[in-house]
């Protein structure tokens, strides 16, 4: 349950730097850098859990 709770805050910080995030300036620009490093971090955190969560499922289904 608290992988849920833990993937479900990524997703919002995500949409909070998504947010945040100027689409005016360019890509890599200094307006930019925070908000893209924290798209960054939270989309490989999600990434991560998405992942462990998967590896329990199958972890169970071969236990059985």
Same mark, same amino acid.
């Given at each position: 349950?608290?992988? /849920? !709770?833990?993937?479900?805050?990524?997703?919002? $910080?995500? &949409?909070?730097?998504?947010? /945040? /995030?100027d689409?005016? /300036?360019? #890509? #890599?620009?200094? %307006? *930019?850098?925070i908000? !893209?490093? &924290?798209? !960054?971090?939270?989309?490989?955190?999600a #990434? #991560?859990?998405?992942?462990?969560? !998967?590896? %329990? +499922? $199958? &972890? +169970?289904? *071969?236990?059985?």
């Amino acid at each position: 349950m608290i992988k /849920y !709770l833990i993937l479900s805050l990524c997703l919002i $910080v995500l &949409g909070i730097n998504i947010f /945040y /995030y100027d689409f005016n /300036y360019a #890509l #890599l620009s200094a %307006e *930019n850098r925070i908000s !893209l490093i &924290g798209m !960054l971090a939270t989309s490989c955190a999600a #990434l #991560l859990i998405i992942i462990f969560i !998967l590896s %329990e +499922k $199958v &972890g +169970k289904i *071969n236990k059985d």
